[in-house]
Nanobody
Framework: QVHLVESGGGLVQPGGSLRLSCAASGFTFSRYNIHWYRQAPGKEREWVAG???????TYSESVKGRLTISRDNAKNTVYLQMNSLKPEDTAVYYC???????????WGQGTQVTVSS
């Protein structure tokens, strides 16, 4: 059975840092591209960052230079290091696993990040 479980969210002050984790099981993790999305209240879900099976990373312009995505295939885990956080980063953050070949993807349940003083 496939599972994607996000963790590491919480309340942080502006300028602070958090590290989110996405732990995967039930599929061949190393063959999947992993993405982080976020959804703020009243807004559509937006793509934040991605890392492919070859460790190539991409970022949205709004987070470039502040967020870093990485993966540890030995632990079946993807991380999102979040620095210099802003109130507009407040959202539920989701990880999404997409096969490098083939069809079908998986989503986690999300983890809440709140940036507020």
């Amino acid at each position: 059975q496939v599972h994607l479980v996000e963790s590491g969210g919480g309340l942080v002050q502006p300028g602070g840092s958090l590290r989110l984790s996405c732990a995967a099981s039930g599929f061949t993790f190393s063959r999947y591209n992993i993405h982080w999305y976020r959804q703020a209240p009243g807004k559509e879900r937006e793509w934040v960052a991605g890392i492919d099976f070859g460790d190539t990373t991409t970022y949205s312009e709004s987070v470039k230079g502040r967020l870093t995505i990485s993966r540890d295939n030995a632990k079946n885990t993807v991380y999102l290091q979040m620095n210099s956080l802003k109130p507009e980063d407040t959202a539920v953050y989701y990880c999404n696993a997409v096969p490098s070949m083939g069809f079908g993807d998986y989503w986690g349940q999300g983890t809440q990040v709140t940036v507020s003083s």
